[in-house]
C-alpha cells in the first residue's frame, strides 16, 4: 500500500485513537455494568444494568471494534510501521481481531441474552458476564500499553526489509556521491 500522506497519516491516527479509546471506554461502561447487575440486591437495578448493557452492545459495541480495526489496518499499512514489520504491530492486529470477533460472536450474543433473561424475570446473577468484560478491559489496556512503549523490536521480515533499504542507500549513496564545497 502506498504511504499515507502526513494530513491522511495525522486524521488517521486521530480516528483510531479515537475509536480505540472509544473502544476501551465502552468496555468500562460494560463491566461497571456489570458489576453493578451482579452485586446489586435489587432485581430491578440488576434488570435495569442489563437492559444498559444491551443498548450499548446494539448499537456501539461492534460498529466501534470494527472501525478500531479497519482505522489500525489502515495505519499499519500506510505508514513506515507496516503489518508484519514490528512484533508489537502483529502482537496488536492479531490480539484486535481476535477481540472483535470474540466481541462479534460472544460477547454481543451473551449481552442479548442475559437482558432478556433479566426482562423474563430470571436475571442471571453470576459472573458469567462480569468475565468477558474484564478480559476484553484487560486485552485493551495491554493493546494501549504496547502502542505506547513499542516493545520486543523488529520481525524477520521487518529486518530483511531495513537490511534491503539499508543497502540500497547505500549503493545509491555509491553511485551518485555527493558534492561537498571546502
Known amino acids: 500500500m502506498k504511504q499515507l500522506s502526513r494530513p ?24 461497571t455494568l456489570s458489576l453493578t447487575g451482579y452485586v446489586s440486591g435489587s432485581p430491578d437495578t440488576t434488570v435495569a444494568a442489563y437492559r444498559a ?9 461492534v460498529p466501534v471494534a470494527l472501525l478500531t480495526l479497519v482505522s489500525g489496518l489502515i495505519l499499519s499499512l500506510g505508514t ?37 433473561d433479566a426482562v423474563a424475570g430470571t436475571p442471571d446473577t453470576g459472573l458469567s458476564m462480569v468475565a468477558a468484560p474484564s478480559v476484553a478491559t484487560v ?8 502502542s505506547v512503549l513499542k516493545p520486543w523490536g523488529r520481525t524477520k521480515r521487518g529486518g530483511r526489509l531495513r537490511a534491503a533499504q539499508s543497502a540500497e542507500v547505500r549503493e545509491r549513496a555509491r553511485k551518485h556521491p555527493s558534492t561537498s564545497v571546502s
Do not use: E
Request: charged share 15%.
Open 53 to 61: 448493557m444491551k443498548i450499548f452492545s446494539d448499537w456501539l459495541l
Open 80 to 116: 513506515h510501521w507496516g503489518l508484519a514489520r514490528h512484533r508489537w504491530v502483529v502482537v496488536k492486529f492479531w490480539l484486535t481481531l481476535a477481540t472483535v470477533l470474540m466481541t462479534a460472536f460472544s460477547l454481543r450474543p451473551g449481552i442479548d441474552r442475559l437482558a432478556a
Open 139 to 146: 486485552t485493551y489496556f495491554f493493546v494501549t500499553a504496547i
Open 8 to 31: 491522511a497519516r495525522r486524521a488517521h491516527l486521530v480516528i483510531h485513537v479515537a475509536v480505540s479509546v472509544g473502544w476501551l471506554g465502552l468496555t468500562l461502561g460494560l463491566l
